[in-house]
T-cell receptor, first 115, second 112 residues
Framework: EPEVTQTPSHQVTQMGQEVILRCVPISNHLYFYWYRQILGQKVEFLVSFYNNEISEKSEIFDDQFSVERPDGSNFTLKIRSTKLEDSAMYFC?????????????FGPGTRLTVL | DAKTTQPPSMDCAEGRAANLPCNHSTISGNEYVYWYRQIHSQGPQYIIHGLKNNETNEMASLIITEDRKSSTLILPHATLRDTAVYYCIVRPMNSGNTPLVFGKGTRLSVIA
């Protein structure tokens, strides 16, 4: 069964450093998403992406964040200058379409630890 | 904020049916009810969704009341691997690739 994959599973970085989290969405899916979950808190939406541009973003997704689909398979989330409060699980998701009846499938997540 | 209300936790004996309730009293006429679960900080896993008819798949059944103000997710024979946080989500009516809005969910503990 096709699945969303994410690398690395765990990333440790120093405050102020740039990190890139990588995702490979399901191959025939067209819409991509990033969510995050701070330890003990809710899963929060960050951004959605379609046709090489951002479709929607939350207030969390400020200028420190960017997303890119650098090739036909990868979807990346970059944090330019990490802060302690960026420590969280980051989940990538994808869906075939963006309709509100469509199912989003999630990857296993990347645990980001900012020291 | 999430448009649903769920109990914070529930226990269920292994092999028994787990019935997880969800209130969504402000649901709109063409909003779907989705259920996801999250096993120990893994990525949320899709379970089932429905509009107004009851739905069943290989994982679970979804019972939606006639007035659509509440629903129940049923795991017919819960196993220890079903221990997870279960999220009931109402999809917003916006067009396009609408984000999922997660609440706190119900933490289901399946007990041997």
């Amino acid at each position: 069964e096709p699945e969303v994959t994410q690398t690395p599973s765990h990333q440790v970085t120093q405050m102020g450093q740039e990190v890139i989290l990588r995702c490979v969405p399901i191959s025939n899916h067209l819409y991509f998403y990033w969510y995050r979950q701070i330890l003990g808190q809710k899963v929060e939406f960050l951004v959605s992406f379609y046709n090489n541009e951002i479709s929607e973003k939350s207030e969390i997704f400020d200028d420190q964040f960017s997303v890119e689909r650098p090739d036909g398979s990868n979807f990346t989330l970059k944090i330019r200058s990490t802060k302690l409060e960026d420590s969280a699980m980051y989940f990538c998701a994808s869906s075939v379409t963006g309709r509100w009846t469509d199912t989003q499938y999630f990857g296993p997540g990347t645990r980001l630890t900012v020291l | 904020d999430a448009k649903t209300t769920q109990p914070p936790s529930m226990d269920c004996a292994e092999g028994r049916a787990a019935n997880l309730p969800c209130n969504h009293s402000t649901i709109s006429g063409n909003e779907y009810v989705y259920w996801y679960r999250q096993i120990h900080s893994q990525g949320p896993q899709y379970i089932i969704h429905g509009l107004k008819n009851n739905e069943t798949n290989e994982m679970a059944s979804l019972i939606i009341t006639e007035d659509r103000k509440s629903s129940t997710l049923i795991l017919p024979h819960a196993t220890l691997r079903d221990t997870a946080v279960y999220y009931c989500i109402v999809r917003p009516m916006n067009s396009g690739n609408t984000p999922l809005v997660f609440g706190k969910g119900t933490r289901l503990s399946v007990i041997a």
